[in-house]
């Protein structure tokens, strides 16, 4: 193993020790164990893949209808850009279906230009979901997001978002506590900007911020 390497190794150990206690936790103990994902529920997946699968969840209520949530979800996917203050750049590309205006968004974002990839989109389950196609670093053979919308009152609904990223090798295994805790908080942030978008009709203060670096 190069120099180089084993520098990374040692720099990441105390970060791997620090959020041991996170990554014991096994995934087992997500709430909603029957949510499904591609047709398969999360406590159907082998030991062996949720050592190197981690999953992301996060819901929220948005005081609005389950309509005015969708239009901002799925009619507009094309430009997170609206209302997200990670991406500073987004556009549709390819021919939609099932209702979508696009299959891909390419997003120009704080990790780097992503390129993502629809792979479900229902506007009567008012739910999609994408893999990220391009743009992962090397370790993160597979990275997924799945958006759905519930509608609990007249003018409320919930919005739960599962994000699933498939981790590979030794610096993946290394890092794997850090990446949980930094895509964590980037998608209660995202979660939050869309509540904020959807209810205000106007970014979240913190979107305003980054348009406002930009310039």
Same mark, same amino acid.
């Given at each position: 193993m190069k120099k180089t390497t084993w520098l990374l190794v040692a720099a990441w150990l105390p970060i791997l !020790? @620090?959020?041991k206690s996170i990554e014991n936790h096994p995934i087992s103990q997500l709430p909603n164990q029957s949510l499904t994902l591609a047709g398969s529920p999360l406590n159907s997946i082998s030991p062996a893949k949720k050592s190197k699968t981690m999953f992301i969840k996060k819901e929220i209520i948005i005081n609005a209808d389950i309509e005015k949530c969708w239009q901002l979800l799925g009619?507009? !996917? @094309?430009?997170?850009?609206?209302?997200? *203050?990670a991406? *500073?750049? *987004?556009?549709?590309n390819g021919a939609g279906f099932n209702g979508a205006s696009c299959s891909e968004r390419s997003c120009s974002t704080s990790l780097g230009g992503l390129k993502e990839k629809l792979l479900e989109f229902s506007p009567e389950q008012h739910l999609l979901k994408y893999e990220v196609a391009e743009g992962m670093p090397a370790m993160v053979k597979n990275a997924t997001n799945d958006w759905r919308l519930t509608s609990l009152e007249k003018d409320q609904t919930r919005l739960t978002m599962v994000a699933e990223m498939q981790i590979s090798g030794l610096m993946g295994t290394l890092m794997k506590p850090m990446m949980r805790a930094k895509m964590s908080k980037l998608t209660g942030q995202i979660a939050e900007e869309f509540k904020y978008f959807v209810e205000n009709g106007a /970014?979240? /203060?913190?979107?305003?911020k980054a348009m406002q670096k930009k310039r």
């Open positions: !020790f @620090a959020f009619e507009d !996917f @094309a430009h997170a850009d609206r209302w997200a *203050s991406v *500073s750049h *987004s556009e549709g /970014p979240h /203060p913190r979107k305003v």
